[in-house]
T-cell receptor
Framework: GAVVSQHPSWVICKSGTSVKIECRSL??????MFWYRQFPKQSLMLMAT?????????EQGVEKDKFLINHASLTLSTLTVTSAHPEDSSFYIC??????????????FGPGTRLTVL | RKEVEQDPGPFNVPEGATVAFNCTYS??????FFWYRQDCRKEPKLLMS???SGNEDGRFTAQLNRASQYISLLIRDSKLSDSATYLC?????????????FGGGTRVLVKP
């Protein structure tokens, strides 16, 4: 149990286009989802925390108008990178935390989406 | 100063040997501690939680030293499949909700 999927697993796009990444909890309800970004040879950096039905909370230095997050249901959160540029090329990983007591504290990670902006 | 710091390595380990490495954290309010493993181009996966009394899971032993604010991971009888980046992760429960802070990772290469 506690499986999180991401789609797409990789994407290549032209500079200036927008890219949407989906994060789904497949077998549990995720009250909170987290979006991370990882540049090569660096650690995961939290971008934002999203709670179902409310606005996402962004970390300092992350532009909310550039990285649009929607968490419309308990099983789906989306991250849209608007007007992507080459410096946005990175590995984007989501994680989800469940609503049940046994799943409350642990975060379950999706397999990540590798974005390359040309 | 980074909130969670690790020696990036790599630690080159002969197969069958023991390797140990530490992680330091700066915030004394940190409450939960974990070691994650990340393979190249993959998502991190929970290896083990770290408890105050120290804990062991097979060949892996984790220790926590709150006074000195560091945690450690020891791998005994290293296998080739242990080659990975080990991420030290700290959890500080806040009003914003239970965020994980990742260290930069320690790379371990186990060689025959």
């Amino acid at each position: 149990g506690a499986v999180v999927s991401q789609h797409p697993s990789w994407v290549i796009c032209k500079s200036g286009t927008s890219v949407k990444i989906e994060c789904r909890s497949l077998d549990f309800q995720a009250t909170t989802m987290f979006w991370y970004r990882q540049f090569p040879k660096q650690s995961l950096m939290l971008m934002a925390t999203s709670n179902e039905g409310s606005k996402a909370t962004y970390e300092q230095g992350v532009e909310k108008d550039k990285f649009l997050i929607n968490h419309a249901s308990l099983t789906l959160s989306t991250l849209t990178v608007t007007s992507a540029h080459p410096e946005d090329s990175s590995f984007y990983i989501c994680s989800a935390r469940g609503a049940g007591t046994s799943l409350t504290n642990e975060q379950f990670f999706g397999p990540g989406t590798r974005l390359t902006v040309l | 100063r980074k909130e969670v710091e690790q020696d990036p390595g790599p630690f080159n380990v002969p197969e069958g040997a023991t390797v140990a490495f530490n992680c330091t954290y700066s915030n004394s309010a940190s409450q939960s501690f974990f070691w994650y493993r990340q393979d190249c181009r993959k998502e991190p996966k929970l290896l083990m939680s770290v408890y105050s009394s120290g804990n062991e899971d097979g060949r892996f032993t984790a220790q926590l030293n709150r006074a000195s604010q560091y945690i450690s991971l020891l791998i005994r009888d290293s296998k080739l499949s242990d080659s990975a980046t080990y991420l030290c992760v700290v959890n500080r429960i806040k009003a914003a909700g239970n965020k994980l802070t990742f260290g930069g990772g320690t790379r371990v290469l186990v060689k025959p």
